[in-house]
């Protein structure tokens, strides 16, 4: 099966909108009965749009920030899972174009106009902080041998190759990319997670595991000078929060609309009546559409970051972003509440499955702390101060 390119941002949009639709029918039954989506992967990747943030010297479409988020909320409202598998995906081909020799850059992009997919092997359990590392990387010849184990390793299950970062002899952190069907490398579903089911977010082992140095790429040095690479990651995050609360808003909606409840302490007939569920609805379409307002502006704030990367542009790129993923966090959890108290205990109802919108919103925010990002912003706003560099501000 070929791989469609697209070449623009017009064209992305409009096909990840006919994606989406697909993308959506059996959701909940996969979600419930955790299926994992191998044949709806397909039909994502072959679309082209997981390479729409090639740059256009290598053959890609080149999209916009606002596009590329736009295109994950979108397919994250279909299907919260899809939308969060391809996220490590699009932050190593940021680190690549960052840091990436002309020889990586060509190769590996290549790769992935070809339909093929990058997983992720970056977090450890175990460690004393989330950023520290002690999977190695040690020279073998005309190339390494790593050895580790890895957790929270979204998209690994469904990868070709696995970016892992690694520690060399020098200590310094690189990200190895490393073929999926390398010798000594296991792939662990052991993912157990009570949301986002579906992600395949479990372990990876390195026993021994060769890669070859040309694709081993600088890691470590993305953040200690100024570069997009953090938030160009946390944008993604908030557009998959993003399109949880629109998945939750849309079910909430039909759900009111379609279904009898009794409104007898209203004295009601029928929820469109009930002042107080038109002031809820009001209330979550007014912070889901400043959580949308706040993506595209983070999107702006990131194009100008990467055309031109300097400590002021990234900074303010980073708190830009900082300010949509505590919006969009806080709008996804509010959305998955407001469909349970408008739907009642049927909400609970396995045949209903409404819950998955709360469970995926309640694990996908955890992924980082959102009120370090409010400290973040009020010690950028009030002090003058920037964040810091790395890819959880």
């Given at each position: 099966m070929t791989t469609s390119v697209i070449t623009s941002d017009a064209q992305a949009l409009s096909v990840a909108e006919h994606i989406a639709q697909q993308l959506k029918r059996d959701s909940a039954?996969?979600?419930?009965?955790?299926?994992?989506?191998h044949a709806e992967l397909e039909l994502f990747t072959r679309s082209g749009l997981w390479a729409i943030s090639v740059p256009k010297t290598f053959g890609g479409a080149g999209v916009s920030n606002i596009t590329l988020a736009q295109v994950i909320a979108r397919i994250a409202q279909a299907d919260a899972s899809l939308g969060q598998i391809p996220q490590n995906h699009f932050y190593a081909l940021e680190v690549l174009r960052v840091n990436g020799s002309p020889e990586q850059q060509r190769r590996l992009y290549a790769e992935v106009?070809?339909?093929?997919?990058?997983?992720?092997?970056?977090?450890?359990?175990?460690?004393?902080?989330?950023h520290d590392r002690t999977t190695r990387l040690t020279r073998d010849g005309a190339g390494y041998r790593v050895n580790g184990r890895k957790f929270y390793a979204t998209g690994a299950l469904y990868a070709q190759r696995i970016p892992t970062s690694?520690?060399?002899?020098?200590?310094?952190?690189?990200?190895?990319?490393?073929?999926?069907?390398s010798q000594g490398l296991l792939v662990i579903d052991d993912w157990s997670g009570f949301g986002q089911r579906t992600t395949g977010s479990g372990s990876v082992t390195?026993?021994?595991v060769w890669v070859d140095a040309n694709d081993v790429v600088p890691f470590q040095s993305a953040f200690e000078r100024p570069t997009p690479?953090?938030?160009?990651?946390q944008i993604l995050h908030a557009a998959i929060d993003t399109g949880i609360a629109r998945a939750a808003l849309d079910d909430a909606l039909h759900f009111v609309r379609t279904r009898s409840r009794p409104w007898v302490d209203s004295g009601l007939d029928k929820a469109s009546d009930d002042p107080l569920t038109l002031k809820s609805f009001g209330q979550l379409v007014s912070r889901?559409?400043?959580?949308?307002?706040?993506?595209?502006?983070?999107?702006?704030?990131?194009?100008?970051?990467?055309?031109?990367?300097?400590?002021?542009?990234?900074?303010?790129?980073?708190?830009?972003?900082?300010?949509?993923?505590?919006?969009?966090?806080?709008?996804s959890l509010a959305a998955g509440t407001t469909l349970f108290e408008l739907a009642g205990?049927?909400?609970?109802?396995?045949e209903h499955n409404l819950d998955r919108h709360w469970r995926?919103?309640?694990?996908?925010?955890?992924?980082?702390?959102?009120?370090?990002?409010?400290?973040?912003?009020?010690?950028?706003?009030?002090?003058?101060?920037?964040?810091?560099?790395r890819g959880t501000i």
């Open positions: 039954l996969r979600d419930r009965e955790r299926r994992l989506p106009l070809a339909g093929r997919r990058f997983g992720n092997a970056l977090a450890e359990l175990g460690t004393k902080t989330a690694v520690i060399d002899d020098q200590s310094r952190q690189q990200l190895a990319f490393v073929p999926a069907d390195f026993d021994n690479v953090g938030p160009l990651a889901l559409h400043a959580a949308e307002a706040l993506l595209e502006r983070a999107g702006e704030f990131l194009d100008r970051a990467q055309a031109y990367s300097n400590a002021d542009t990234v900074a303010a790129a980073s708190i830009a972003v900082a300010e949509a993923r505590a919006i969009s966090t806080e709008v205990s049927q909400a609970t109802l396995a995926n919103a309640r694990v996908h925010t955890l992924h980082d702390p959102v009120r370090w990002k409010y400290h973040a912003i009020g010690n950028y706003y009030l002090n003058q101060e920037n964040p810091p560099r």
